[in-house]
Every structure is written in C-alpha cells, then in structure tokens.
C-alpha cells in the first residue's frame, strides 16, 4: 500500500514538472507557425495590392491594402507573442 502511494505521488510531482517543460515550447512553436501563415498570406495579399496599383483598381487595391497590412500585423504579433512565451 505504501510503495504504491509513494509510486503515485512521484509519477504526480514528474507530470507537475514535465507537462510544462514541454507544453510552453509547444505554445511557442504553434505561435511561430501561426506567424508564418499569416506573414505569407500578407506577402499573397501584397503581391495582388500590387498588380491592382498597376491596373488602377482602386477599391480592390484598398480591400488588398486591407488584408495586406491585417495579416501582416497578425503575423507580427504572433511572432512576438511566441517570444514573450519563450522568456518567461
């Protein structure tokens, strides 16, 4: 009784320790590819603000200017929120 109550509380004081050991890269790691998806969406997005520049489309050019500087911003902000995740 004894050695499995002993046996239960070291596996308990193991996961305390190793489930964050290994969830808070994983969090950092899903950030940065959030970040990447976003940052190549907004590279997408830019090339098309740019052919709608040289058309002259104007209220596409805006809507592409829109989703452009919109993803680009969540990029960013993925990218630095994975490494707020990663110093503290």
Same mark, same amino acid.
């Given at each position: 009784?004894?050695?499995?109550?002993?046996?239960?509380?070291?596996?308990?004081?193991?996961?305390?320790?190793?489930?964050?050991?290994?969830?808070?890269?994983?969090?950092?790691?899903?950030?940065?590819? =959030?970040?990447?998806?976003?940052? #190549?969406?907004?590279? =997408?997005?830019?090339?098309?603000?740019?052919?709608?520049?040289?058309?002259?489309?104007?209220?596409?050019?805006?809507?592409?200017?829109?989703?452009?500087?919109?993803?680009?911003?969540?990029?960013? #902000? #993925?990218?630095?929120?994975?490494?707020?995740?990663?110093? #503290?």
């Amino acid at each position: 009784m004894f050695v499995k109550r002993l046996a239960l509380q070291q596996g308990r004081l193991l996961l305390k320790h190793l489930v964050p050991a290994v969830l808070k890269p994983l969090h950092t790691l899903w950030n940065e590819i =959030i970040g990447f998806l976003f940052l #190549s969406f907004a590279i =997408i997005f830019g090339f098309q603000a740019v052919r709608y520049f040289l058309h002259g489309d104007g209220v596409r050019l805006f809507f592409a200017g829109f989703c452009t500087a919109l993803m680009a911003w969540f990029g960013i #902000s #993925s990218f630095l929120r994975a490494r707020k995740i990663s110093r #503290s």
